[in-house]
């Protein structure tokens, strides 16, 4: 193996290889564009198309792509060849400086929410150039954002980049009012960590479930789980550390910043952990991340599940999103720094979040709702579906001070004055961290821990960057005109502090006694998926993303469609799996049992007299029974599915497949499962939970 630095980043057409391979005023001009968002010049695109396209060349590549992330939350591409066709019948290599600005993939099959008809297909992709372009499969991949041919965004990552640029514009506003000339840009920076499962390819390919689905839909519970908690941080199987060792590799060279990797808390389960960048790269990384670990899985026998609950009665997976504001020199707006004015200026970018979270918890709820994370949110394994914040003993009190206009309880004991007071410096930490919290403050960042495994972590981002830009915006409005800029800050933090401080939470969000107070603190408690997609298209969301240009409210409304429609469709798919499995393997496996037992009690009865077979007759009885019922509830199933094509307004459809469909699963599930309790092992058709989780070696 190569050291890491020779190959971290060889695959990335990066700023070392630019500097190396541009004329200094085309990498200039390139760098100005990628730092201040500035518009690229054709007569420089081509110039820096022909160097990219020599550079991916020289490194096996072929083809190239523009690498966008539609609706579906994955990637897509379409690749083309860089050969151009001679007269004389050779070819060329080729690449222009308007392929590499834009492309045009058909837009008729993706997930559009009605904002494309079938028949208008044509769709556009533009050059994301913050984000770097890199090599996957002998292909130079270009990231770019996607939108259908009337400029609508069908994208996740277009909404992203607007909100970027909006809380960019919004936290230089209140720079500006602390004296900070200097700064030119503000970013968000994200560092997402990654659980999944990785299990036995061979033993996948025998459950259908997972095929289809990515989550088991059947299986009792092994006699041992997780609840000796000797998994967690454990040491690593072979073959699991010789996929992380891969993972790596392949990572590294894409310049992804892979850093900290172990063992979950579930067996089987894994974690991996990146170092922070800017919001839009990490989003791409992260993309990628998914991508590489299904790959590199592959080639150890191995499959990583990225559902947010592949295995009942163990963890689920998630995905937690470290979330922090930054300038282009380095400072992290939400640390708390030495002087009075570095405190004042924290206490106001937090006293934004603050608001913003509270203001519009529907919003982060819904940034995370899908049919997987329902599994897996409120479980007591992840944070509940209601949305708080925890900032920690020591910060709470200064919160409580400045409510208060009393003395903090730090030594120094003096007059709470946001310009003259000195925060306790946060360079250890301060107080504990709370696993349980949805939306944690852990001394210079935000972890949003509700975002599920398999989820792009662009939609919570544009959440996050959208609402506490609006805050912030608010509060320039305020301060930008104040007579006594120093009195109108102090009371704007103070009445910031006393009118949003139900959000804020320090205790155990997984307990009964938390979900009463946040009901009666009038906190929203969205248990489902279907019960928070309705406030995304609520009157102030939308006004509060089309005055700030992220969505029309067309895209909005179309999002809303999208998700509806993806979760009907994916509890639908799992139905037609269970129905599938329950009468073409379980119930014929359960009448193959019952065939040898009654086998065993007439070979019984024929030897003789004195020999019992009560012990088989106990037991056809009681699978006899329970194959009926399992019949009955199949039945039942597909009666349901019947039902719910007849609906044609995709809430209703989405409340049916939620409260009847979904409920007719678990009940089958667990006749089922209780079937697989008697029927033998020789007989039962799938693998059990004992095999999958634990035979990875």
């Known amino acids: 193996m190569s050291s890491v630095s020779e190959i971290f980043g060889s695959l990335v057409f990066n700023e070392h290889v630019m500097k190396e391979r541009l004329p200094a005023e085309t990498y200039a001009a390139l760098k100005r564009t990628i730092e201040e968002g500035r518009s690229l010049d054709r007569s420089i695109a081509n110039v820096v198309a022909n160097a990219m396209k020599d550079w991916a060349i020289e490194k096996g590549a072929t083809h190239f792509t523009h690498w966008f992330q539609p609706m579906t939350g994955v990637t897509a591409e379409k690749h083309e060849g860089f050969l151009y066709p001679q007269k004389d019948g050779s070819v060329i290599m080729r690449f222009s400086g308007k392929e590499l600005i834009r492309g045009e993939p058909d837009a008729s099959s993706f997930p559009s929410g009605g904002l494309r008809a079938t028949f208008e297909a044509r769709g556009y992709t533009a050059w994301d150039a913050t984000s770097f372009a890199f090599i996957k499969d002998r292909t130079l991949c270009i990231p770019t954002a996607f939108c259908s041919y009337g400029g609508e965004a069908l994208d996740k990552k277009t909404p992203l980049l607007r ?23 503000v970013n968000t920076t994200v560092g997402p960590e990654q659980e999944y499962f990785l299990i036995d390819k061979k033993l996948y390919e025998k459950r259908r479930d997972l095929i289809y689905c990515g989550r088991t839909l059947f299986g009792a519970r092994p006699p041992k789980g997780q609840e000796l908690d000797d998994h967690y941080f454990g040491s690593l199987k072979d073959r699991v550390s010789d996929f992380m060792h891969d993972l790596d590799e392949e990572l590294w060279k894409l310049g992804i910043f892979a850093k900290t990797e172990h063992n979950e808390v579930a067996p089987a389960q894994h974690e991996l952990a990146p170092i922070f960048t800017t919001t839009n790269i990490a989003t791409d ?51 708390p720094g030495d002087s009075p004015s570095e405190n004042a200026q924290f206490l106001l970018f937090l006293a934004a979040v603050i608001k913003g979270v509270d203001e519009y918890q529907d919003l982060l709820r819904v940034s995370v709702a899908s049919a997987g994370n329902d599994h897996r949110l409120g479980a007591n394994e992840a944070p509940p579906a209601i949305v708080s914040m925890f900032v920690g003993d020591d910060l709470m009190e200064v919160l409580n001070a400045i409510e208060t206009g009393s003395p903090s309880g730090h030594k120094d004991k003096v007059e709470m004055r946001i310009g003259v007071h000195t925060l306790p410096r946060f360079t250890r930490d301060t107080t504990d ?75 155990n969000n997984y307990s009964d006694e938390w979900v009463a107070e946040a009901q009666e603190r009038g906190l929203l408690n969205l248990k489902s998926t279907v019960e928070a997609l309705p406030y995304l298209v609520k009157e102030k969301n939308i006004e509060l993303f089309t005055k ?22 994916t509890i639908n798919i799992e139905a037609l799996t269970m129905v599938d499995m329950v009468k073409k393997d379980i119930i014929p496996a359960c009448l193959k049992y019952q065939e040898f037992l009654v086998d065993t009690v007439l070979k019984k009865r024929q030897l003789s007299i004195g020999v019992s077979s009560a012990a088989e007759e106990d037991l056809i009885g009681k699978i006899s029974s329970l194959t009926g019922c399992l019949y009955n509830k199949v039945s039942q199933l597909e009666n349901s599915l019947l039902a719910a094509k007849e609906y044609e307004d995709s809430k209703s459809q989405a409340v049916f497949y939620r409260e009847t469909i979904f409920a007719s699963m678990q009940e089958l599930r667990a006749v089922a499962d209780e079937l697989e309790g008697l029927v033998s092992k020789e007989y039962w058709p799938y693998p059990n939970y004992g095999e999958l989780l634990f035979s990875v070696q």
């Not at 909100?163 to 840009?185: C, V, Y």
């Not at 700030?548 to 469709?569: A, P, W």
């Open 163 to 185: 909100s970027m640029e909006l809380l960019n514009k919004q936290a230089l506003r209140i720079l500006r009012l602390f004296g900070d000339t200097q700064t030119i840009r």
């Open 548 to 569: 700030n240009k992220i969505f029309t409210e067309t895209e909005l409304r179309s999002r809303y469609e999208i998700m509806l429609e993806e979760y009907s469709k």
């Open 285 to 335: 990384h992260n993309q990628l991340t998914m991508e590489m670990m299904r790959k590199v899985a592959g080639r150890h026998g191995l499959v990583c599940l990225l559902h947010e609950k592949p295995f009942a009665g163990v963890n689920g997976s998630g995905k937690h999103n470290n979330w922090s504001i930054s300038t282009d020199r380095g400072v992290n707006l939400l640390e």
């Open 433 to 507: 961290r709370n696993r349980t919290s949805p939306f944690a403050f852990t001394g210079n960042k935000f972890e949003f821990r509700m975002v599920g495994s398999s989820q792009s972590i662009a939609d919570c981002n544009t959440m996050l960057n959208t609402i506490v830009a609006e805050e912030l915006s608010q509060f320039a409005d305020q301060l930008e005109g104040a007579e006594d800029f120093e009195s109108a800050l102090n009371e704007l933090v103070r009445k910031t502090i006393i009118d949003h401080k139900r959000i804020i939470f320090n205790g």
